[in-house]
């Protein structure tokens, strides 16, 4: 499929500045471009490729003023990065179809119903008394345990495992190596070794939850675990028992939630982020990567650091820390002229 | 199955505070009661919920002294926590069963056999000469390397991989995407680009070890990575080559312990710590989340941060670079009232 | 197979010392050794084991000089690491033989051929259109999407994922776990939601790179994600999209790459580090364990801390911040003077 700068205009709303009759096939990044590929200009650290991109158009926001001729048509768009998400999402609808069907061998337990629309691959397992809903696709090797339920919608990439009695919502996308259910982390120290509390309770996801690949959310020891609805988690994140995510929270890869925390609504979690156990985080955090989060943090808060402060702080102490062999310096320096003080007197 | 609260209080040595009559058939956690379920009180953190549960039934401890009226009838034990555990642990035993038998399709390759309380699920592979003890269960999909053994009474859940030669001891979990045995991490530098090195060792799992999910344990270069008798590790760990776990030792999620160190008995590992590689840690040694370890530790320390020092010594490092501020300050006021006196002079 | 220690030492160009005629069947960590086993010694840590070992033979630099007597026999070599990389890889090539032919039940789509020296384990699923090269081996429990190419020599242990359209290529390792081309995190915040970006791209992966298990590569949103030739990626890594990772790098375990960063050739890269994303590191960059990396770095640089900084200045700003209780005490002294001072006045 080819389009011309002028009807992705008209699709997306925007205007052309150059040959609108040049034409796309397909999506380049700017620093990759090349003739035949439309690429977009969001992030300004990415400014200094649209003078020498090959790509034959560029998606560029209403008031970016070049400092030098470009060669590439240019789209003028309120949002460049949403724009190319729009077309993205067009091009996506129109070429990606996920199959139908069951595939053979599969294994399928007693009471388990698939609608016709539903994908089921090859070397699945779907245990009895799990529930499937319309439209679910199934992709091969995944492991539905007893009793799952699955809503509308939602697509399991192959090889993931969701354990017995665990609930996923509608329009779902569940990665490869995803494990929703498996035991909490619970042991009860008794005479020198651990006895494993039983987990008995289960794993509630919400609807339009996206979850990474090889990311672990486990199973409550009674009750459950809540993924609200909306969540986007990152590749081989943590989500420990009794934990919950407020909705459309998302999280960065490889953070890990302790044991019964809760993270509100709307946060912003960096990579490789830790939280403590049994603390609880306001809705519309923002956290900063790596950080150590030991306590917990009212809304809005926007911190960083290890142990978390307020992002401000942690700036400051950055450049504080910097600065300490200057400041012990400043102090020995004091320390000599003092000295020489208290000797002439 | 419904208990009342003197049945219960009777099956742990509890005393009745309240209706003993009324009865519960299932758990709660304490701030999501509800009529019916059975909540526990342990961690101070939660005391407030006592006072609005709807639960019915609330262990305490015995020394607990409420502060207000509560509606739900009260156990008291010597530990709510450990009871709880033991309740849990009942119900386990009485609801849930692992299967039993071999499903369609799995393979079995030459010399394996079998015992008839073993499942083996659908899509799982067991590969030539594999030794599998009695009442071993291995969920579907998951890989038994050439040669593995593993003891009596394991769990291997849904997609576990142990590839060849690698010893699983009794009464382990493996929960799913664990991978036991892929090849550690070993290059030699060569001409510009690394060399391989054969990793011709293997892993050894004593009995009573949990391995969380996704967690990996790297085979050794020769001889062996030992994970020790009732080793409780979280999801998501890694474990690399020539490792040594001591008994007991709990790891929490998304710990990573580089090769050939050895982590000694009853050591307590925070999630997200990382060990450097060929160092020795003590028994009984306590380490805090995200702390990074670059050298040997003595046994019974409690050591935390990055690098990690003596715990006691983390804090007031925290609370000294909090300050940093207000040092500056002072020495830019010492460095004025300095010169003022030497221009008095 | 049994050999002595003069067949040995000719095959590697190593002199004996002691009893030539000692033969050893098996490798042996140096501190595990018993008789019939060869060890090596390369790190120093380990020369106090020398002197106990059981093993008949070690392997020392021709420059090690014992300090007390030892039982083994010695082989000198000019590296005693890379002479046990080179005998464990003869050994591993006379012993380890990887399987050919296609295992039942597997599934192959539609036009997809494989060569007779190829190995398809049961259970595997080959979706149409994809390319296997030859003498691949593709273990138990691996999934390769539509039109994924596999370069000639590549390996995937069981349960490897590969996303439809990614490239791997010849003479690569990909260990159990690993997923290739799941979508990348991307996301447009939409009315107090996010909407995703579909994620058009796919990974390449050039020749000769091994990955650890359980790690992630993502697929790019448009054009690719890279691994370049002859990298090394440990265990548990998370590699997002529209990243490129230099030839030759290495990375251990657990660490992280944001979306849209480079790093280099020739780098080396700690567990658990975290790049931000659309950074870019240069090559030859060496970055200590736990660092996070919040901006670009040169080539050459060796750095280290969160946030990082030039390994130098880290372990100078570790030294300061241990010192600030004593700071702060001199600081505090030098007050009480000045006080006293003016006082006097």
Chains 1, 2, 3 share one sequence.
Do not use: W
Not at 18 to 40: Q, Y
Not at 138 to 164: F, H, N, R, T, W
Request: charged share 15%.
């Amino acid at each position: 499929m080819e389009f011309s700068a002028n009807q992705i205009a008209g699709l997306v709303g925007g205007s052309v500045e150059g040959d609108g009759n040049v034409t796309v096939s397909t999506f380049a990044k700017i620093e990759e471009g090349h003739p035949g590929a439309i690429s977009f200009l969001a992030n300004p650290k990415y400014t200094h490729y649209i003078y020498d991109t090959q790509s034959s158009i560029i998606l560029v926001n209403r008031t970016f003023e070049p400092e030098k001729p470009i060669n590439a048509t240019l789209i003028r768009v309120d949002d460049p990065y949403a724009t190319v998400a729009q077309l993205l999402d067009m091009v996506s609808k129109l070429t990606q179809q996920h199959p139908c069907g069951v595939e053979q061998p599969s294994y399928i337990g007693s009471g388990v119903e698939l609608s016709p629309d539903c994908y089921l691959g090859a070397f699945s397992y779907v245990a009895p008394g799990a529930k499937i809903g319309k439209n679910v696709k199934i992709y091969p090797q995944c492991y539905i345990g007893a009793g799952v339920v699955i809503g509308d919608g939602s697509v399991l990439y192959p090889g993931v495992k969701v354990y017995y009695g665990c609930k996923i919502g509608k329009n779902c996308i569940l990665h490869s190596g995803v494990v929703v259910g498996a035991d909490g982390f619970g042991f009860a120290p008794k005479d020198g070794s651990y006895a494993k509390i039983p987990q008995l309770g289960h794993v509630e996801i919400a609807d339009d939850v996206e979850i990474g690949a090889n990311t672990c959310v486990d199973r409550a020891t009674m009750g459950c675990t809540r993924i609200g609805r909306g969540v986007k988690l990152d590749n081989l994140i943590q989500v420990a028992h009794n934990c919950e995510i407020g909705e459309h929270t998302v999280m960065a890869s490889q953070a890990g939630v302790a044991g019964s925390t809760k993270v509100g609504a709307h946060c912003m979690v960096g990579g490789q982020v830790g939280f403590a156990g049994h603390i609880h985080i306001g809705d519309g955090v923002q956290i900063g990567a790596q950080s150590g989060v030991p306590h917990n943090v009212a809304s809005g808060q926007r911190i960083m650091g290890y142990p978390a402060v307020p992002a401000g702080d942690f700036f400051r102490q950055s450049v504080n820390i910097k600065n300490l062999g200057e400041l012990n310096r400043k102090v020995r320096q004091l320390e000599s002229e003092l000295e020489r003080i208290k000797s002439e007197k």
